[in-house]
């Protein structure tokens, strides 16, 4: 559905071109600073505008509408909402019937009956992102760690220096790339999971893939590991190099995971985010009216590589998780 966590919870709602996206947290501890400018260093990070990104630009300022009294949250759960301003949901009348090759145009008309809000991808849009990072920005104040999440890769180019030159280049083709974002999470205490279906794994992957786009997760060595023997993968256990008791593992092979529970040492995992599907480049297509294969043409304003304002999204939905586990532990 549209609600993550169980106690700190987090439910989204809105379209790409309705009046506006938002999201409602319940779970939010009591007295805890917080106003509209809390929200916008990550906002400004999500904004398009950049090389790259798509022209569609809004104002994205954030409105409280409950959950906060004189500047602290009051226990209540907290509302967040943000207008649409600027729209232009003319650009998809021409293709009602015609799904975007890659988009969930196709999967929300079946599940929706047709009765699916089609413009800008309706429900399914990046624009949801938005209210995702308000949640995010909530959770971090309540979740124990230091999240901080990068692009690493673009194009399967991890050198910065080549990047702008592919995203030209793949602009002036009528093209898009992917990209990798790696989210690193320090000062996470030992003992935050369960085995199993709760495993941090399972719950980060579980929130990473509501982000659109997701098409793959890998904590520590990832799928390297698959190819190492067990003597190289294995990780043996040393004392902090802080000094305080216990133990952690010497490589951190496993991404500061074992058995599903945080094991003190930092969690570190790698998302993998797909090309944008609306492409410039005539596609063929299938229109559902005529039951005929088609030239499509999509119209609209998008993205050449929209992993570009993705690391704060993948940093509040890792806030929101871990503010949960914490959440649920005491």
Not at 231 to 252: I, L, W, Y
């Amino acid at each position: 559905m549209n609600t993550f966590g169980r106690v700190f919870k987090v439910g989204i709602f809105g379209e790409s071109h309705g009046p506006a996206v938002g999201v409602v947290i319940d779970g939010v501890k009591a007295g805890l600073p917080l106003c509209e400018e809390d929200f916008m260093s990550d906002i400004l990070r999500r904004k398009s505008g950049a090389r790259g990104t798509t022209p569609r630009t809004e104002s994205d300022e954030p409105r409280i509408i409950s959950g906060v009294h004189d500047g602290h949250t009051t226990g209540a759960p907290v509302a967040v909402i943000f207008q649409n301003g600027n729209t232009r949901s003319g650009d998809y009348e021409s293709i009602r019937d015609i799904p975007r090759p890659g988009h969930a145009d196709y999967v929300a008309s079946v599940k929706w009956n047709g009765f699916n809000d089609p413009r800008g991808g309706g429900h399914f849009s990046g624009r949801l992102t938005l209210p995702l990072v308000a949640a995010g920005v909530i959770a971090k104040k309540m979740c124990p760690g230091r999240i901080e999440a990068s692009l690493v890769e673009i194009g399967g180019e991890p050198d910065r220096s080549r990047w702008d030159a592919m995203l030209d280049g793949a602009s002036r083709e009528g093209d898009s790339l992917g990209g990798i974002v790696e989210c690193r999470v320090e000062g996470l205490p030992a003992g935050l999971g369960e085995p199993f279906f709760d495993s941090v794994e399972s719950l980060l992957s579980h929130a990473v893939f509501s982000i659109p786009g997701v098409r793959g997760i890998e904590f520590g060595d990832g799928f390297s590991a698959a190819r190492m023997t067990g003597s190289q993968h294995n990780d043996p256990f040393v004392r902090p190099e802080d000094g305080k008791a216990g133990a952690v593992p010497s490589k951190n092979g496993a991404g500061g995971v074992n058995g599903g529970i945080t094991s003190g040492a930092p969690v570190v995992f790698r998302v993998a985010f797909k090309p944008t599907s609306s492409i410039a480049r005539a596609q063929q297509t299938l229109d559902l009216s005529s039951g005929e294969t088609v030239t499509l043409n999509v119209p609209g304003r998008h993205d050449v590589c929209f992993a570009l304002r993705t690391p704060v999204v993948v940093e509040a939905v890792t806030a929101i998780v871990l503010a949960d586990l914490a959440a649920c532990r005491k």
